[in-house]
């Protein structure tokens, strides 16, 4: 089955402690992106990549870091979370950058 | 830079009928794509319909058309027949067509859509 995969799915984490959000797809896609959702604000872009090894910032990239190693997977990291960055983050693919773009499940951050 | 405005915070439906959710943008460029977006309760984005800023015609996918106005800049969503599955967040979204490195979409701040039984 086609299909962006997020994990984990839901976390409760502390002030400073770095994690990782893992992003995955299936598709062969070369277009993927990294988004949060805030209460009033829509979607926001964090980062996108072109294609493997090409990374670029998006509206809101401070305070997290991306890589694109691999052309199925796209993390994203977090090094210091703060507060600030409680959130709901989709990852997204496409085929292309110019092609529909294709979402996760989405990924519930709680940084105390 | 380009905005999506969504105006209707929330709307109301009663099951079986019509609803049409209203959505405006702002841009420069000429090549660029709009989309309908639907959030559950799960939360999980799901693309209801998509229009090509070139095509005249509007989109449609079974009972979800939109209204596409160019040169208004507006881009609604029509539920025909509407059913308690449609209850969601609705966003509108924009993208540039072509050009340039980033097709990031650009989204409006949502529409609850509450359908009554």
């Known amino acids: 089955e086609a299909q962006v995969t997020q994990n984990p799915r839901y976390l409760i984490t502390v002030t400073g402690k770095k994690l990782t959000v893992t992003c995955s797809q299936n598709?062969?896609?070369?277009?993927m992106s990294w988004y949060r959702q805030d209460p009033g604000l829509g979607l926001r872009q964090i980062y996108y990549?072109?294609?493997?090894?090409?990374?670029d910032k998006g509206d809101v990239p401070e305070g997290y870091k991306v890589s694109r190693k691999e052309k199925r997977n796209f993390p994203l990291i977090l090094e210091s979370p703060s507060p600030n960055q409680t959130s709901l983050y989709f990852c997204?693919?496409?085929?292309?950058?110019?092609?529909?773009?294709?979402f996760g499940p989405g990924t519930r951050l709680t940084v105390l | 830079a380009q905005t999506v405005t969504q105006s209707q915070p929330e709307m109301s439906v009663q099951e079986a009928e019509t609803v049409t959710l209203s959505c405006t943008y702002d841009?420069?460029?000429?090549?660029?794509?709009l989309f309908w977006y639907k959030q559950p309760p799960s939360r999980q984005m799901i693309l209801v319909i998509r229009?090509?800023?070139?095509?005249?015609q509007n989109a449609t996918e079974n009972r979800f058309s939109v209204n596409f106005q160019k040169a208004a800049k507006s881009f609604s969503l029509k539920i025909s027949d509407s059913q308690l599955g449609d209850a969601a967040m609705y966003f509108c979204?924009?993208?540039?067509?072509?050009?340039?490195?980033?097709?990031?979409?650009?989204f409006g701040k949502g529409t609850l859509l509450t359908v009554n039984p």
């Open positions: 229009q090509e800023a070139y095509k005249q």
């Open positions: 990549s072109m294609n493997v090894e090409v990374t």
């Open positions: 979204a924009y993208r540039r067509g072509s050009g340039g490195s980033n097709y990031k979409l650009t």
């Open positions: 997204a693919s496409s085929l292309t950058a110019a092609d529909t773009q294709y």
């Open positions: 841009t420069s460029e000429s090549d660029y794509y």
């Open positions: 598709m062969n896609h070369e277009y």
